[in-house]
């Protein structure tokens, strides 16, 4: 049996503080990004690696999202397309020509529009369900109309599985 306290908990139990999860403003380049992305994998365990820049204005307002995927296409645009003559074999061959261009361009340019919010009050299985139907395995957090931080579709999942073995 679930004691009280596991019952209730909140989306605030599981988020990721915002001062604990990459951010920059939508000015920044892809470069800079580049680095911060490479920074924060190196600077926590495999498992918790940040794989998203979560993108600011000047407000600091959410305006998007830039993921590996977001970055891996604006280094190489071709990856967004379908190779009709073959993959090319080599890294050299495939960023030559367009990565010091690319490199140089703000990340606005490439981020993903923020899909989904959650409140951080919001229940674990509101979180989850908001996810599922977004297709996301992170969600940024909201309180009060600022960022909190985010949640991961895989702490959610480690919290439900816990309550279902627990049973």
Known sequence: MNKPSEQK??????????????????????????????????????????????????????????????????????FSQKYGQGIPVFWEDLFAQNAKAQLVKPISEFMSPVAATVEAGDSLVKASHVMLDAGLTLLPVMDGGSVLGVIKLEDIFQEISMAILSM
């Open 9 to 78: 908990k909140d989306v605030r139990a599981l988020v990721i503080p915002l001062t604990e999860y990459p951010h920059m403003p939508y000015w920044a380049t892809l470069k800079e990004a580049i680095v911060q992305l490479t920074v924060a994998q190196q600077a926590v365990a495999p498992g918790g690696r940040r794989k998203t820049i979560l993108v600011f204005d000047e407000a600091y307002r959410l305006r998007g999202m830039l993921a590996l995927k977001d970055v891996l296409r604006g280094v190489e645009p071709k």
